[in-house]
């Protein structure tokens, strides 16, 4: 799918994470096997510079974080939550079926009967494919004003023993303002999907499936790995013909990192320096990802208007590309919530 | 020049950060360094290197350094 979608523009970028850390020893405590061993030196092959994961604690959930985010950003941009036209929310971890995370964002954050509620469950490649629904709805000018909440708690849905997992993945929400903006440089859109990787990213038991399915998230790597190593840099090149901007011409991509390896050796793929492409401390954030980039790399200090790259991509397989020139982008460092 | 056998194996073992030596008919999965995290890092290094991506079907089939230096560089 290819798609430019006019006067739209990103006003801002908020991302939590819990204050709970787990080190990599607490991680590994108690874990003295073979096979525990083994993952340890995966994982330390996957991010070498390995810190500690934030999870949430035993009452928080995804979408308290993604509620958080929001709340702040709202604040920061002095918008009144009377102004948003819809709310987009993506999690795998609504507190509820029903209502659903839209709903209860809604009333949390004192949204109006007149802003429409949209769920999904995107998950890691959720942050381009958020923005063009967003930007689709901004762009006639009906809707003036939206906001994107991204909710993972993934440490809730990794077995126990997944310590290559555990050790890859940190819970966050964010959150995300968009605005119709006229006459703006338009945002070029490429997405997809491709379902022969259905089986690669999975939470069979916790859908309403009667099986005997694992309740736990189950990851076929080298599957994912491989196909978005082949995928993405294809995808960019794509992007910078839809688009008319060579990627060397841009500012900054934002790429979502399932992990640094992943990360690097796309970078050296793509043939882009590590300092156009920053990276974030906090790992993977399923769809908060990409936020947790921006907030942990975004300056007001940058100059502007910036031409910007961003790519996702995920469970699906599921992929998303854009371009946009950004202005006036406000983002807050990452928020890290004691008491979540 | 194409690689060697031998140079090919040492560039294998350099691929996979193996701390371990690696010999040419060396089956890799018994040695235990060829796990998925591996081969992603090989499917990278072979790309870098000779330009050609492989699948992890075609790595499934090869178990040993001399099986994988048939594949990439030909016999």
């Known amino acids: 799918m290819r798609d430019k979608l006019v006067n739209a523009s990103l006003r801002g970028v908020a991302t939590c994470v819990p204050g709970k850390v787990v080190t990599l020893d607490e991680l590994y405590s108690g874990y003295n096997d073979a096979e525990s061993v083994k993952q340890l030196k995966k994982a330390a092959k996957l991010t070498p510079d390995l810190g500690g ?13 993604a509620n958080r985010a929001a709340s702040h950003l709202l604040e920061t941009l002095r918008w009144d939550p009377l102004s948003i036209d819809v709310i987009i929310t993506s999690t795998v971890e ?9 709903y209860n964002s809604h009333k949390l954050l004192g ?17 381009v494919t958020a923005l063009w629904f967003a930007a689709g709805l901004l762009t006639t000018g009906t809707f003036k004003r939206a906001l994107i909440l991204f909710g993972d708690a993934l440490s809730t ?3 126990p023993k997944d310590l290559l997992s555990r050790a890859m993945f940190c819970d966050a929400g964010s959150a995300i303002a968009m ?32 099986n005997q399915e694992s309740p736990y998230l189950s990851i076929d790597g080298l599957k994912l790995g491989a196909f978005f190593y082949g995928k993405i840099p294809a995808l960019l090149d794509n992007l910078a013909c839809f688009s008319n901007t060579p990627i060397g011409e841009v500012d900054y991509l934002f790429l979502h990192q399932p992990n640094q390896f992943m990360r690097s050796a796309l970078l050296s793929k793509i043939g882009i320096p590590e300092q156009k492409a920053p990276s974030t401390q906090y790992g993977n954030c399923g769809g908060s990802t990409i936020p947790a980039i921006i907030c942990d790399n975004w300056s007001s200090r940058e100059r502007t208007p910036l031409s910007i790259y961003i790519c996702g991509f995920g469970a699906g397989y ?17 928020i890290i919530e004691k008491d979540l | 020049m194409k690689d060697t056998l031998e140079e090919f194996t040492l560039f294998i073992k350099e691929a996979f950060m193996s701390e371990l030596p690696i010999q040419p008919n060396d089956d890799l999965t018994a040695l235990g360094v060829y796990d998925s995290i591996s081969k992603l890092m090989l499917i990278a290094a072979v790309d ?14 090869c178990k040993t350094p001399r099986e994988l230096y048939r594949l990439v560089v030909g016999e």
């Open chain 1, 53 to 65: 994961r934030h999870v949430v604690n035993s009452t928080t959930t995804a979408m308290d974080l």
């Open chain 1, 94 to 102: 609504p507190d509820a079926l029903v209502p659903s995370a839209g």
């Open chain 1, 111 to 127: 949204l109006s009967s007149n802003c429409m509620v949209i769920d999904t469950t995107l998950t890691c490649g959720a942050f």
């Open chain 1, 157 to 159: 849905e990794l077995e």
């Open chain 1, 179 to 210: 605005e119709h903006t006229p006459n703006r440089t338009p945002i070029s859109f490429i997405c997809g999907v491709d379902v022969s990787g259905l089986d690669t990213m999975t939470l069979l038991g916790r859908g309403y499936r009667q």
């Open chain 1, 318 to 334: 599921s992929w998303g590309a854009l371009h946009m020139m950004v202005d006036e982008l406000i983002t807050l460092p990452v």
């Open chain 2, 48 to 61: 870098r290197r000779f330009e050609v991506v492989l699948t992890p079907q075609q790595l499934k089939r």
